[in-house]
């Protein structure tokens, strides 16, 4: 049913022709594995992308190291990389299992709809449930108990991890990762009020996810009122984010852990929400719009702009105020201790008046 | 297994009528669906809060609108509406798909217990798990996956979205909605501490939820140590919410996305919480508070107060404390530029006394 | 399949045996349940952990309860006990219903890997899958539809409830409690940006769990890019929470609801973060830190320091700043106002010396 392939050896010269990087030393040293500096074994490779932490590197146990262009000697057998995080990736990539995967076919306890089409390649896992009309693009991977709505559309080299519930009629795109119990399509949190009760406001719309996106453990993406909500291209959405309804996050933007988009809310393209950012309902971001960590962000923000704080401001204006008010308490004996010298002058005004 | 109809065409007449709205234009237009302004087409019709964004609707492409009283005239034939988000309710459920559920009765890769008590026109889909003693009431709906612990009660016209979890022994009312992945009636968060170790406190309770309560998908409602933690009827609670064990979330309150109410907190009827809002442990909050987004209650609120911050404070206070700190690294400026000025007054005044 | 105990009744004396307290009051009163004060019946205790509480036991109608040394009188029958809190957990203890679960042995319909390793005892609940190459130690209970990866390792005496997913290569230690919907090593959210596009890191590494955790459910913890992702011996991890890749939870602590940790931070042991906090990525705080609930850490933490605040500053400091706050609006009138008098002192000294 599963399988998981052992990682494989190889030289450092080898290593170096994968991450087109500059060799030196012994190009026929045998690198088992990749770690971090501070657990590699002798046998594994590490990486440094600093040139200030070089004492790191000759104090770990690491047998070489991928090193930046700007290290002009290195204490270990090293590859020089014109960009160490993206030869790390690929090192990484060299080095790690396969994944494993339900085998090719459809699982003899999945439940397959008869009217579902099915691309080449395409493997269901066990307790999958596929509903009518839903189509599955090549070679997709439909992990243990994952469940496609009916009549939605999944392109090709696609993976929904154990039990992520995609709704009906929604529509994702090709290469799209989405990780454990993640929601797409659920009812957007629409009501409005009617002596005194709470009415439904129905969800008719779906949602549209771009190619290359990238969906967390747990993460919420609600279906749209009328429409679509929408993930551009290339969004990368950490664990147990929450996307409202009609939301529109733009190409390229990435959302770290517990983000909430409220409805109707339209990001632009490479926009960065650092960890707990909130962000309120039917306001626009401007494209490379960045907000730091769980910082709640009230109204329209231009493109580029940084911004940080509850309720959030433009970055440095943030570090301005938040500087003053580290030193608030020292301004107020400040104050109290002016008003009373300035109670002395008046004082001494008035008597010099009466003198 | 699963089936979606499709959507119904109505004449602007026959909308009009369903809506209880008055018709400005021809009756017997065509109307096949219906979507938000920038994206209507001619077959479509739209709708208009405010009588302000009137250019929108005349620039648009919608075939008709909803209309409020306050638009004397409307560019396009129109239904005038006295509520046009209630009229809007009615008409996007007139155009809504039926929603795909599972057939009538028990799909026969659903676990059933022998014992439990199912309803009439009970639907329980693939996969789904039926625990000992359970009851479900009539009409109600259990997806694929779905899990409904021993001894729980579930009522009538009830559904439960694929993976929904309630564990044993808790009771839900009818007409409750609970979205995938939802857990209700986990252990409840409790330890106390002995010898340089946390002990678990049991939870001996359960939960009890109301009528016509709606549960987001991925959110968590603890069971209590004793008795129930309560969810009133009418409540609607939106993804990734938490609340704790041994709470009371008072009826028609609304709670926003990811928000989280600690353990034995007491809320009113009608209370509002944005979302990532934060409620301390033990506290009471009244009657219609209201909390703004992000924000973190850490004492009682009487009832009707708004509040907002981090700690949160009365909401007019915040704003004028966020105004002032805005005004903060100036305000330091200013303070500094007196302090100088009274200490050139207070040279002056010496060399006075000294002259 | 599932079974659950009926609660049993106890005499008063012997109760007070069990939690080794001294009897107050009739030894052979029959007790049947325990309860709070505010809802306790007639043959039900209840527990008292202040004496200043003393008038709402007098006011209840609990039958006996359980009181603090500290209390000279009590108007019901009582145990004295040296430690209310233990006492009370082993009474709930005693009243617990036995936890419902699945038969020991394999339910039909899961799915087991021919080469998985069961110790004695495990009951795997049906819809589970247990993937190539995992361990499950003896007595271990796997319920309906959780997801065991290839080759992960689970101690003895765990419980993983309905719908927990744990991917390939994860080691759980002993007697580990993880809550529905909780996800155990989904890949960490990591990526490079090449050309306008975030490229994925891959995350060979896995998660490492000690013995006596707990997670909660819908928490996610990441697996990491080499190495483990570490939560150490006796952590109690609450609903929601995000764990980032490469995280180190050191022994003992707790994380409240909704918690985020970012990426390789480290936390010492018995640190205490209140709901809702950010920690960000890469940063170390000592142990027996606390923070305060919607607080986020920017930066190391001492041992033993409290913290609150947006960003958290010491917690005293944050009082301070926060009072100050409070009167800031009023601060900003007071300086306006010296100003004023400034600008008259000035005034009456440029006259003077004229004259």
Redesign the interface.
């Known amino acids: ?4 392939s052992v ?1 494989r050896s190889a030289s450092l010269a080898e290593l170096a022709g994968l991450v087109d990087g500059e060799l030196r030393g012994p190009g026929d040293l045998r690198i088992t ?4 500096l501070a ?1 590699a074994e002798p046998g594994q490779i590490s990486w440094l992308t600093e040139a200030r932490f070089i004492s790191r590197l000759a104090q770990s146990r690491a047998g070489a190291a991928l090193i930046p262009a700007s290290l002009a000697d290195s204490p270990k057998p090293a590859i020089v990389c014109a ?1 160490v ?2 030869a ?2 690929l090192i ?2 060299h ?3 396969s ?2 995967q339900p085998a090719q076919g459809i699982d003899a ?1 999945a ?1 397959v ?1 008869p009217d579902a089409v099915l691309g080449d390649g395409v493997a269901i ?3 999958a ?1 596929i ?3 839903a189509q599955i693009g090549a070679r997709s991977i439909i992990d ?2 994952a ?1 496609v ?3 939605c559309r999944i392109g090709e080299d696609c993976r929904l ?3 992520v ?1 995609v ?3 929604c529509t994702i795109g090709d290469r799209v ?1 989405i ?3 993640a ?1 797409i399509g ?2 957007g ?1 629409g ?2 009020l ?1 002596a ?9 719309g779906g949602v549209m996810i771009g190619d ?1 996106v ?1 969906i ?3 993460a ?1 993406v ?1 279906r749209s ?3 679509n909500t929408v993930i551009e291209t ?1 969004v ?1 959405i ?3 984010v ?1 996307v ?1 309804h009609n939301v529109v996050i733009g190409a ?1 933007s ?1 959302l ?3 983000v ?1 988009v ?1 409805g109707s809310a339209r990001l632009g393209k490479y926009v960065l929400l650092g ?2 950012v ?1 962000i ?1 309902d039917n306001i626009a971001l401007g494209d490379r719009v960045q907000v730091a ?2 910082s ?1 962000v ?1 109204q329209d923000v231009d493109a580029g702009v940084k911004m940080a ?3 959030a ?1 433009e970055f440095r ?1 943030y570090l ?10 020292e ?2 004996a ?2 109290r201790e ?2 009373r ?2 109670e002395e ?2 004082a ?2 008035d008597n ?1 008046q009466d003198g």
């Open positions: 049913m599963m399988s998981t990682s594995g990749v770690a971090a657990s960009d995080e993206h790390l990736a990484l990539g080095f790690a299992p994944l494993p306890r439940q709809a896992g066990p307790f449930v509903e009518s009309g243990a108990g469940y709505g009916a009549e991890w154990p039990y519930v709704r009906e009629r990762l990780h454990p119990h929601v659920a009812d949190f009501y409005y009617r005194g009760r709470h009415h439904k406001i129905p969800h008719l290359d990238e967390g453990a747990g919420c609600d009122k009328t429409g290339g990368k950490d664990n147990l929450q409202a390229h990435v770290c852990a517990q909430g409220a960890g707990h909130g309120r960590a769980c709640c009230p704080g509850l309720p401001t204006q301005r105020e938040h500087a003053s008010l580290r030193k608030l308490p301004l107020v400040q104050l002016l008003v010298r300035v002058l008046e001494a005004a010099s």
